[in-house]
Protein backbone atom coordinates (compact mmCIF):
# COMPACT_ATOMS: atom_id res chain seq x y z
CA UNK A 1 0.00 0.00 0.00
CA UNK A 2 1.13 3.35 -1.07
CA UNK A 3 0.48 7.01 -0.85
CA UNK A 4 -0.38 7.32 -4.62
CA UNK A 5 -3.98 4.68 -4.12
CA UNK A 6 -5.45 7.68 -2.52
CA UNK A 7 -6.13 9.10 -6.07
CA UNK A 8 -8.04 5.81 -6.76
CA UNK A 9 -11.04 7.29 -6.08
CA UNK A 10 -10.87 10.08 -8.03
CA UNK A 11 -9.58 8.62 -10.91
CA UNK A 12 -13.22 6.29 -10.31
CA UNK A 13 -14.64 9.72 -10.40
CA UNK A 14 -13.41 10.65 -13.61
CA UNK A 15 -13.80 7.24 -15.15
CA UNK A 16 -17.42 7.53 -13.97
CA UNK A 17 -18.05 11.05 -15.28
CA UNK A 18 -16.61 10.10 -18.98
CA UNK A 19 -18.58 6.75 -19.44
CA UNK A 20 -21.85 6.84 -21.98
CA UNK A 21 -24.94 8.75 -19.98
CA UNK A 22 -27.65 6.15 -21.71
CA UNK A 23 -31.03 7.20 -21.09
CA UNK A 24 -34.01 4.17 -21.64
CA UNK A 25 -35.61 4.93 -24.61
CA UNK A 26 -39.18 4.66 -23.11
CA UNK A 27 -38.05 6.42 -20.30
CA UNK A 28 -39.58 10.53 -19.32
CA UNK A 29 -35.75 11.92 -20.82
CA UNK A 30 -36.87 15.68 -18.83
CA UNK A 31 -37.66 13.64 -15.55
CA UNK A 32 -35.14 11.12 -15.92
CA UNK A 33 -32.41 13.89 -15.72
CA UNK A 34 -33.69 16.09 -13.05
CA UNK A 35 -33.67 13.04 -10.74
CA UNK A 36 -30.34 12.86 -9.73
CA UNK A 37 -30.19 16.52 -8.84
CA UNK A 38 -32.59 16.48 -7.07
CA UNK A 39 -30.89 13.46 -5.02
CA UNK A 40 -27.59 15.33 -4.51
CA UNK A 41 -28.66 19.23 -4.44
CA UNK A 42 -30.98 18.46 -0.95
CA UNK A 43 -28.15 16.45 1.03
CA UNK A 44 -25.05 19.63 -0.33
CA UNK A 45 -28.04 22.67 0.92
CA UNK A 46 -28.64 21.06 4.53
CA UNK A 47 -24.94 21.67 5.07
CA UNK A 48 -24.98 25.01 5.49
CA UNK A 49 -27.03 25.15 9.07
CA UNK A 50 -24.32 22.84 10.16
CA UNK A 51 -22.09 25.15 12.69
CA UNK A 52 -18.39 23.68 12.68
CA UNK A 53 -17.23 26.10 15.05
CA UNK A 54 -17.62 28.67 17.25
CA UNK A 55 -17.67 32.78 16.38
CA UNK A 56 -13.91 33.08 15.50
CA UNK A 57 -12.52 36.80 15.67
CA UNK A 58 -9.45 37.02 12.75
CA UNK A 59 -8.20 40.46 12.09
CA UNK A 60 -10.09 42.31 13.80
CA UNK A 61 -13.05 40.58 11.85
CA UNK A 62 -15.52 38.70 13.42
CA UNK A 63 -16.17 35.28 11.51
CA UNK A 64 -19.49 32.80 11.85
CA UNK A 65 -18.20 29.65 11.08
CA UNK A 66 -22.04 28.38 9.54
CA UNK A 67 -22.65 29.65 6.17
CA UNK A 68 -26.57 30.23 7.17
CA UNK A 69 -27.15 30.46 10.57
CA UNK A 70 -30.66 30.24 10.86
CA UNK A 71 -33.23 30.78 14.01
CA UNK A 72 -34.57 27.31 12.86
CA UNK A 73 -31.43 25.82 11.29
CA UNK A 74 -32.64 21.83 12.53
CA UNK A 75 -36.02 22.46 10.77
CA UNK A 76 -34.23 23.60 7.56
CA UNK A 77 -31.89 20.84 7.80
CA UNK A 78 -35.29 18.50 7.79
CA UNK A 79 -37.31 19.51 5.36
CA UNK A 80 -34.38 20.43 2.61
CA UNK A 81 -33.54 16.48 3.33
CA UNK A 82 -37.04 15.50 3.00
CA UNK A 83 -36.63 16.88 -0.36
CA UNK A 84 -34.44 14.17 -1.50
CA UNK A 85 -37.42 11.62 -1.84
CA UNK A 86 -38.82 13.75 -4.43
CA UNK A 87 -35.69 12.59 -6.82
CA UNK A 88 -35.64 8.96 -5.59
CA UNK A 89 -39.32 8.62 -6.33
CA UNK A 90 -38.23 10.30 -10.40
CA UNK A 91 -36.12 8.32 -10.49
CA UNK A 92 -37.76 4.87 -10.25
CA UNK A 93 -41.08 6.46 -12.31
CA UNK A 94 -39.21 8.09 -15.18
CA UNK A 95 -36.95 5.01 -15.90
CA UNK A 96 -40.02 2.86 -16.69
CA UNK A 97 -38.47 -0.07 -15.19
CA UNK A 98 -40.76 -2.01 -12.13
CA UNK A 99 -37.51 -3.02 -10.50
CA UNK A 100 -36.17 1.08 -10.34
CA UNK A 101 -40.31 1.66 -9.17
CA UNK A 102 -40.44 -0.88 -6.62
CA UNK A 103 -36.88 0.61 -5.15
CA UNK A 104 -38.35 3.85 -5.44
CA UNK A 105 -41.95 3.20 -3.53
CA UNK A 106 -39.23 0.97 -0.61
CA UNK A 107 -36.92 4.41 -0.54
CA UNK A 108 -39.61 7.30 -0.43
CA UNK A 109 -41.94 4.63 2.37
CA UNK A 110 -38.54 4.41 4.11
CA UNK A 111 -37.39 8.06 3.88
CA UNK A 112 -40.84 9.14 5.14
CA UNK A 113 -41.08 6.74 8.51
CA UNK A 114 -37.80 7.67 9.55
CA UNK A 115 -37.45 10.93 8.80
CA UNK A 116 -40.82 11.04 11.35
CA UNK A 117 -38.59 9.02 13.88
CA UNK A 118 -36.15 12.07 13.58
CA UNK A 119 -38.32 14.71 13.83
CA UNK A 120 -39.74 13.27 17.26
CA UNK A 121 -36.17 12.49 18.59
CA UNK A 122 -34.76 15.76 18.57
CA UNK A 123 -38.08 17.49 20.47
CA UNK A 124 -36.60 16.35 23.66
CA UNK A 125 -32.95 18.16 22.81
CA UNK A 126 -35.18 20.87 22.12
CA UNK A 127 -36.51 20.80 25.42
CA UNK A 128 -34.09 20.43 27.39
CA UNK A 129 -32.09 23.31 25.58
CA UNK A 130 -34.57 25.72 24.68
CA UNK A 131 -33.70 26.45 20.89
CA UNK A 132 -34.12 24.96 17.97
CA UNK A 133 -31.27 26.95 16.57
CA UNK A 134 -28.30 24.78 15.82
CA UNK A 135 -25.53 27.09 17.03
CA UNK A 136 -27.64 27.78 20.29
CA UNK A 137 -27.87 24.28 20.79
CA UNK A 138 -23.81 23.44 20.71
CA UNK A 139 -23.47 26.53 22.97
CA UNK A 140 -25.84 25.47 25.32
CA UNK A 141 -23.37 21.83 25.39
CA UNK A 142 -20.60 24.13 26.49
CA UNK A 143 -21.93 24.24 30.55
CA UNK A 144 -20.96 21.62 32.79
CA UNK A 145 -24.46 19.82 33.77
CA UNK A 146 -26.24 20.95 37.13
CA UNK A 147 -27.78 18.30 39.67
CA UNK A 148 -30.11 18.89 42.43
CA UNK A 149 -28.65 22.73 42.46
CA UNK A 150 -24.65 21.49 42.53
CA UNK A 151 -22.72 22.27 39.79
CA UNK A 152 -20.72 19.07 38.35
CA UNK A 153 -17.93 18.59 36.05
CA UNK A 154 -19.64 16.76 33.72
CA UNK A 155 -20.65 18.14 30.33
CA UNK A 156 -24.20 19.17 29.34
CA UNK A 157 -24.00 17.39 26.16
CA UNK A 158 -26.86 15.63 24.18
CA UNK A 159 -25.76 12.23 25.02
CA UNK A 160 -25.70 12.39 28.45
CA UNK A 161 -29.32 14.88 28.63
CA UNK A 162 -30.72 12.80 26.06
CA UNK A 163 -29.23 9.21 25.74
CA UNK A 164 -32.31 7.36 24.74
CA UNK A 165 -32.80 10.21 21.92
CA UNK A 166 -29.04 9.71 20.92
CA UNK A 167 -29.76 6.27 19.70
CA UNK A 168 -32.85 6.40 18.28
CA UNK A 169 -31.78 9.66 16.31
CA UNK A 170 -28.72 7.82 15.05
CA UNK A 171 -30.83 4.52 14.36
CA UNK A 172 -33.29 6.49 12.60
CA UNK A 173 -30.40 8.67 10.52
CA UNK A 174 -28.61 5.65 9.25
CA UNK A 175 -32.10 4.27 7.77
CA UNK A 176 -32.35 8.12 6.36
CA UNK A 177 -29.23 7.44 4.37
CA UNK A 178 -30.53 3.85 2.77
CA UNK A 179 -26.74 2.57 3.79
CA UNK A 180 -26.74 -1.01 4.95
CA UNK A 181 -27.87 -2.58 6.74
CA UNK A 182 -30.93 -0.34 5.79
CA UNK A 183 -30.27 -0.52 1.65
CA UNK A 184 -33.58 -2.48 0.80
CA UNK A 185 -34.44 -0.03 -1.81
CA UNK A 186 -31.11 -0.94 -3.78
CA UNK A 187 -31.00 -4.73 -2.89
CA UNK A 188 -29.00 -6.06 -5.48
CA UNK A 189 -30.13 -9.62 -5.08
CA UNK A 190 -34.29 -8.19 -5.35
CA UNK A 191 -33.98 -5.62 -7.21
CA UNK A 192 -30.57 -5.32 -9.48
CA UNK A 193 -29.75 -2.02 -8.20
CA UNK A 194 -33.01 -0.26 -6.85
CA UNK A 195 -34.27 2.95 -7.99
CA UNK A 196 -30.85 4.01 -9.77
CA UNK A 197 -31.15 0.48 -12.15
CA UNK A 198 -31.42 2.54 -15.62
CA UNK A 199 -28.75 5.30 -14.21
CA UNK A 200 -25.09 5.05 -15.74
CA UNK A 201 -22.33 7.81 -16.17
CA UNK A 202 -22.20 11.20 -14.14
CA UNK A 203 -26.15 10.50 -13.05
CA UNK A 204 -25.00 7.28 -11.58
CA UNK A 205 -22.24 9.03 -9.04
CA UNK A 206 -24.59 11.95 -8.65
CA UNK A 207 -27.05 9.50 -6.48
CA UNK A 208 -23.89 7.42 -4.99
CA UNK A 209 -21.98 10.74 -4.08
CA UNK A 210 -25.85 11.80 -2.48
CA UNK A 211 -26.16 9.27 -0.53
CA UNK A 212 -22.22 9.87 0.78
CA UNK A 213 -22.98 13.35 1.52
CA UNK A 214 -25.89 12.38 3.79
CA UNK A 215 -23.77 10.41 6.00
CA UNK A 216 -21.65 13.80 6.32
CA UNK A 217 -24.73 15.60 6.97
CA UNK A 218 -26.27 13.00 9.50
CA UNK A 219 -22.89 13.18 11.22
CA UNK A 220 -22.73 16.51 11.27
CA UNK A 221 -26.15 16.79 13.11
CA UNK A 222 -25.48 14.08 15.21
CA UNK A 223 -22.32 15.94 16.18
CA UNK A 224 -23.80 19.28 17.12
CA UNK A 225 -27.07 17.78 18.86
CA UNK A 226 -25.71 15.35 21.27
CA UNK A 227 -21.82 15.92 21.22
CA UNK A 228 -21.49 19.10 21.83
CA UNK A 229 -20.50 20.32 18.35
CA UNK A 230 -17.19 22.01 18.40
CA UNK A 231 -17.14 22.36 22.13
CA UNK A 232 -14.47 20.41 24.15
CA UNK A 233 -15.23 19.31 27.45
CA UNK A 234 -13.79 22.10 30.00
CA UNK A 235 -12.35 24.42 27.48
CA UNK A 236 -14.14 27.61 27.61
CA UNK A 237 -13.54 30.68 25.94
CA UNK A 238 -11.33 32.36 28.43
CA UNK A 239 -8.76 29.21 28.17
CA UNK A 240 -9.16 25.30 29.65
CA UNK A 241 -10.36 24.83 33.26
CA UNK A 242 -8.89 22.20 34.98
CA UNK A 243 -11.49 19.41 36.86
CA UNK A 244 -12.09 19.82 39.87
CA UNK A 245 -9.91 22.51 40.78
CA UNK A 246 -9.91 25.86 40.37
CA UNK A 247 -6.87 25.93 37.64
CA UNK A 248 -7.59 27.76 34.63
CA UNK A 249 -4.80 27.63 31.49
CA UNK A 250 -5.57 30.14 29.50
CA UNK A 251 -4.85 29.88 25.72
CA UNK A 252 -5.30 32.61 22.81
CA UNK A 253 -8.86 33.21 21.86
CA UNK A 254 -7.27 31.90 17.76
CA UNK A 255 -6.16 28.49 19.48
CA UNK A 256 -9.83 28.04 21.05
CA UNK A 257 -11.59 28.64 18.00
CA UNK A 258 -8.77 26.37 15.76
CA UNK A 259 -9.03 23.42 18.49
CA UNK A 260 -13.04 24.06 18.06
CA UNK A 261 -13.04 23.08 14.27
CA UNK A 262 -10.87 19.99 14.67
CA UNK A 263 -12.97 19.37 17.71
CA UNK A 264 -15.88 18.98 15.61
CA UNK A 265 -14.53 17.28 12.36
CA UNK A 266 -13.19 14.72 14.66
CA UNK A 267 -16.16 13.99 15.66
CA UNK A 268 -17.83 13.72 12.37
CA UNK A 269 -14.78 11.77 11.13
CA UNK A 270 -15.84 9.01 14.04
CA UNK A 271 -19.39 9.21 13.62
CA UNK A 272 -18.58 8.45 9.63
CA UNK A 273 -16.55 5.50 10.92
CA UNK A 274 -19.39 4.18 13.22
CA UNK A 275 -21.53 4.28 10.00
CA UNK A 276 -19.02 2.23 7.92
CA UNK A 277 -18.36 -0.22 10.63
CA UNK A 278 -22.21 -0.91 11.15
CA UNK A 279 -22.79 -1.17 7.19
CA UNK A 280 -19.76 -3.79 7.21
CA UNK A 281 -20.87 -5.64 10.38
CA UNK A 282 -24.58 -5.94 10.20
CA UNK A 283 -26.82 -7.99 7.51
CA UNK A 284 -29.62 -6.41 5.41
CA UNK A 285 -32.93 -6.60 7.19
CA UNK A 286 -36.23 -7.27 5.48
CA UNK A 287 -38.44 -4.84 4.81
CA UNK A 288 -41.06 -5.86 7.09
CA UNK A 289 -38.56 -6.16 9.56
CA UNK A 290 -37.09 -2.14 8.99
CA UNK A 291 -40.63 -1.02 8.56
CA UNK A 292 -41.14 -2.76 11.91
CA UNK A 293 -38.47 -1.55 13.39
CA UNK A 294 -39.37 2.42 12.17
CA UNK A 295 -43.37 2.47 13.39
CA UNK A 296 -43.80 -0.24 16.05
CA UNK A 297 -40.52 0.04 18.38
CA UNK A 298 -38.54 3.70 17.15
CA UNK A 299 -41.89 5.63 17.22
CA UNK A 300 -43.27 4.78 20.42
CA UNK A 301 -39.99 5.17 22.61
CA UNK A 302 -39.71 8.49 20.52
CA UNK A 303 -42.58 9.13 21.81
CA UNK A 304 -41.72 7.92 25.27
CA UNK A 305 -39.37 9.98 25.65
CA UNK A 306 -40.58 12.91 24.71
CA UNK A 307 -43.00 12.69 28.08
CA UNK A 308 -40.32 11.60 30.20
CA UNK A 309 -38.18 14.22 29.62
CA UNK A 310 -40.94 16.88 29.87
CA UNK A 311 -41.48 14.76 33.80
CA UNK A 312 -37.56 15.28 34.26
CA UNK A 313 -37.45 18.96 33.29
CA UNK A 314 -41.10 19.90 35.16
CA UNK A 315 -39.69 17.94 38.22
CA UNK A 316 -36.27 19.68 38.41
CA UNK A 317 -38.11 23.20 37.98
CA UNK A 318 -39.82 22.50 40.85
Known amino acids: MTLIGLFHPLA ?17 KVMHTLAPALSIVPAFTAFAVIPFGDVMTLGGRTINLVVADLNVGILFAFAIMSLATYGVVLAGWSSYNNYSLLGALRASAQMLSYEIVMGLTVVGVFMVYGSIQLTEIARAQGEMLTLAGVNTWIPKWGIVTQPVAFFLFLAAAIAETKRAPFDLPEAESELVAGYFLEYSGMKFLMFWMGEFVEMVVISGLVATLFLGGWQIPWLMRDGFHVPFTTILIALPPLAISLAGIL ?56
Do not use: C, H
Request: avoid cysteine; glycine fraction near 6%; charged fraction near 20%.
Open 263 to 318: SFWTKVIILLWLQMTIRWTLPRFRYDQIMRLGWKMLLPLSLANIVVTGIVILVLNG
Open 12 to 28: DAIKGFMKEDFIPARAN
